[in-house]
Each structure stands twice: as structure tokens, then as C-alpha cells.
């Protein structure tokens, strides 16, 4: 764990409200495609290549998954590559127009879906996909399911938190509604809400600290980094993006979930521990202080003995921090 000065001890220490990206943070971060829901007026094989060949072309976590999927796929040439902020990617290929991207953005070209597939799309979020559509020429051709495991044990590692004070887990994510709801369920998060672009997530956290609100914000890519800075303390994923990285204030080096109560243990105990130090120091100053001023028995020599043992005392209370690390 790498914690970025002072200052972040005493802000992580007071947390009450801890807020989650979902993808490579609760979950492994390496979705892969789970159902794919193909029309049979449009040629298959020749929609997954043109699929593959926009996903290629992207570095998305569900972009990656599709190309691993068809691995030796044929390729089309893309032009005309325009990426719609929060909604997808539309493109030409092979002299075909093609919208790729969630729902929001196929019903803004207004591409027309069938009862069938309307049904078909709710069932595949109701089992916690994750949706991508495509059309080619304003007609659909896939509706693809897509799947990300949750981290081993994440929910043991969210309730330990929830011991050590922090009283809302919330979820805040790209991803359809249904699916992010299956997982604050899952979890027994305490709210969860999809379809949030970066700059929807940043203003949730400032309502969160309006409230009164200690908002810690744990995340991994690029989209994080307004939510990193805004929180009160940001926490990348160490396998995230180098700008994650460099906007928050903790890193867990290894990407390990289950450091994360370990970190917040160990900055509550340091902040306890830094204030013992204090009210000794202080303690012993004044004690000195009003001896010298209301008594006779002290001299220099006494006085410089109780000043150096109280320095010792301090230097030995800090010392217990070390046994933190033998500690789960």
C-alpha cells in the first residue's frame, strides 16, 4: 500500500462512505463474452467480423473481451471512427454504416428494435450481462451478453469494512442498471447506481460530501480519475491506468481487494496513535510547566530526564504500529 502524506491518513481515517467503480475494482476486471443474440435476416459470421473489427481497435475491458472471443476472425477495414462520449463508437465498415455501443446510443440513431429483442436484451441484464449492440445500416445485428466475475471474496472484504465504520458501500458504474443492481445485491451494498458517465460519478461524490459526508472513491481507470479528485480520498487499483494512479492519494501496489480494510485499519490506528504521541508530548510539557511555576522540587536536571523519557515513550507507542503488519 502506498499512501500519498499525512493528510491522507487523517481524511481515510474518518471515512463513513466508501464508493466503487465496478469493473477491475469488485469485479476481476477481465469480462468475457457470455450469450450472443444474433439476427437472422443479417449474415452472422460477417456481423462478428465486423464487430471484431471496431473492438480491435479499442483498449475498452469489453472491447478486449470480444477480440479474445474471436481470436482469428476476419477483418474489415474501419473508417470514419467516431467515438460517442458514454454511448459507443459509430463507424464505416466495409462501406457499412455501423452504430456499436449500449442502448442509450442505438435509440438515439434511432435504430428500431423488435419485441423479440427488446425481451431478449431484459433477460440477458436480469442474469447480470453486461450489453453491447450493433447495427449495420440502422438495422440490429447483435445483441451481445458480456460477464465479469466478482473478486474472490470481495463480500467478506466489504463487511470487514463495514466493522470498521464505514457505513455506506456504494456502487456507482457505466454499466446497465440491471446488472449493477444484481451486484449491490450480491454485495449487500447499501446503494448502486448504473449508466453514470465520469462527470455523473464526480457529482454524485460532491452531493455525497455536501451531505456532510466522508467520501472515499476506489477505482482504476482513466474514466475514475474526476471521481479520484473529488473524493475526499482516492484509491487506485494498482493494475489501473498511470492517470488513476496519479490523481489518487492511496495505491494498492498488487491491485489486492483485501488490503483494503488492512489500509483503513492501519490509517485509523496511526491517526490514534499520532494523537496518543501528541497528548503526551503536550502532557508532559505542561506538566513540567506548572511544576516549575507551583512547586520547588524540580531543577534542571529532573526536568530534562522527564522531558527526554517522555520522548522515548513517544518513539515506543509508535513503534506498536509495526505489529500491524502480522495483522488481518
Known amino acids: 500500500m502506498l499512501l500519498k502524506g499525512s493528510e491522507t491518513i487523517q481524511d481515510f481515517s474518518k471515512v463513513d462512505t466508501m464508493v466503487f467503480d465496478k469493473t477491475g475494482t469488485l469485479t476481476v476486471g477481465a469480462p468475457r463474452v457470455n450469450k450472443v443474440i444474433s439476427n437472422p435476416e443479417i449474415n452472422e459470421n460477417k456481423a462478428i467480423s465486423t464487430l471484431v473489427s471496431i473492438e480491435a481497435e479499442s483498449d475498452h475491458p469489453l472491447a478486449q473481451a470480444v477480440v479474445k472471443t474471436y481470436p482469428d476472425t476476419l477483418k474489415y477495414p474501419v473508417t470514419q471512427t467516431q467515438v460517442i462520449k458514454g454511448g459507443g463508437i459509430t463507424a464505416t465498415?466495409?462501406?457499412n454504416k455501423v452504430t456499436l455501443g449500449n442502448l442509450q446510443l442505438i435509440k438515439t440513431n434511432k435504430i428500431k428494435l423488435r419485441p423479440e429483442e427488446i425481451a431478449q436484451s431484459k433477460g440477458l441484464e436480469a442474469e447480470g450481462n453486461s450489453l453491447i449492440f450493433m447495427a449495420i445500416n440502422n438495422q440490429l445485428a447483435l445483441i451481445l451478453g458480456i460477464k465479469d466475475q466478482l473478486r474472490p471474496n470481495v463480500k467478506n472484504e466489504l463487511a470487514s469494512l463495514k466493522k470498521l465504520g464505514v457505513k455506506n458501500l456504494v456502487l456507482l458504474s457505466g454499466d446497465n442498471q440491471g446488472t449493477v443492481d444484481q451486484i449491490a445485491q450480491q454485495l449487500s451494498l447499501t446503494e448502486a447506481k448504473g449508466n453514470m458517465l465520469p462527470e455523473d460519478k464526480a457529482m454524485y461524490i460532491?452531493?455525497?460530501q455536501e451531505e456532510g459526508k466522508n467520501v472515499t472513491f476506489v477505482g482504476d481507470g482513466v474514466n475514475d480519475s474526476p471521481s479520484l479528485a473529488t473524493a475526499n480520498t482516492?484509491?487506485?487499483?494498482?493494475?489501473?491506468?498511470?492517470?488513476?494512479?496519479?490523481?489518487?492519494?492511496?495505491?494498492?501496489?498488487?491491485?489486492?481487494?483485501s488490503r483494503l480494510a488492512p489500509a483503513l485499519r492501519l490509517?485509523?490506528?496511526t491517526r490514534h496513535n499520532?494523537?496518543?504521541?501528541?497528548?503526551?508530548?503536550?502532557g508532559v510539557v505542561l506538566f513540567l510547566l506548572s511544576?516549575?511555576?507551583?512547586?520547588?522540587?524540580?531543577?534542571m536536571g529532573i526536568g530534562m530526564f522527564v522531558h527526554e523519557a517522555s520522548i522515548i515513550v513517544v518513539i515506543l507507542n509508535a513503534l506498536r504500529l509495526l505489529?500491524?503488519?502480522?495483522?488481518r
Open 234 to 257: 482516492g484509491i487506485a487499483m494498482g493494475n489501473g491506468t498511470d492517470v488513476a494512479i496519479e490523481t489518487s492519494d492511496i495505491v494498492l501496489l498488487n491491485s489486492d481487494f
Open 323 to 327: 505489529n500491524h503488519r502480522l495483522k
Open 291 to 299: 511544576s516549575l511555576l507551583f512547586s520547588n522540587w524540580i531543577n
Open 267 to 269: 490509517v485509523k490506528s
Open 93 to 95: 465498415v466495409n462501406g
Open 206 to 208: 460532491k452531493k455525497l
Open 274 to 282: 499520532m494523537l496518543q504521541n501528541i497528548v503526551i508530548a503536550v
